[in-house]
């Protein structure tokens, strides 16, 4: 089992850059994984970008290609989100979530075994 916690969100203006950071507990975190998804009010938790257990693929939704990067550091079981040229639109609730298994669809949030409490990104216009 490992523990997801989320840091590094707040307030930023429109056009402005934030990195989140999501520190697992355990050993066993290269073995996962790892996705950001994020969640406004009102609104389903949607999938953000999804990184593969050596870092090497990556993938993300359409709305942030070009602006947002997802990262991994399995010396320091921390995953991390840079999010450049931010919208107001990207105001959400932001959580990572890990994965055990390498099938199947990794943009599904139904498909991550453990979440983390989530880390508020607001963006003013």
């Known amino acids: 089992q490992v523990q997801l916690v989320e840091s590094g969100g707040g307030l930023v203006q429109a056009g402005g850059s934030l990195r989140v950071s999501c520190a697992a507990s355990?050993?066993?975190?290269?073995?996962?994984?790892m996705g950001w998804f994020r969640q406004a009010p009102g609104n389903e938790r949607e999938f953000v970008a999804s990184?593969?257990?050596?870092?090497?693929?990556?993938d993300y939704v359409d709305s942030v290609k070009g602006r947002f990067t997802i990262s991994r550091d399995n010396a320091k079981n921390t995953v991390f989100l840079q999010m450049n040229s931010l919208k107001p639109e990207d105001t959400a609730l932001y959580f990572c979530?890990?994965?055990?298994?390498?099938?199947?669809?990794?943009?599904?949030?139904?498909?991550?075994?453990?979440w983390g409490q989530g880390t508020q990104v607001t963006v003013s216009s």
């Open positions: 990184i593969s257990r050596s870092g090497r693929l990556m």
């Open positions: 979530a890990a994965k055990i298994s390498a099938s199947l669809d990794w943009s599904s949030r139904r498909q991550y075994d453990y």
């Open positions: 355990g050993p066993t975190f290269s073995r996962y994984i």
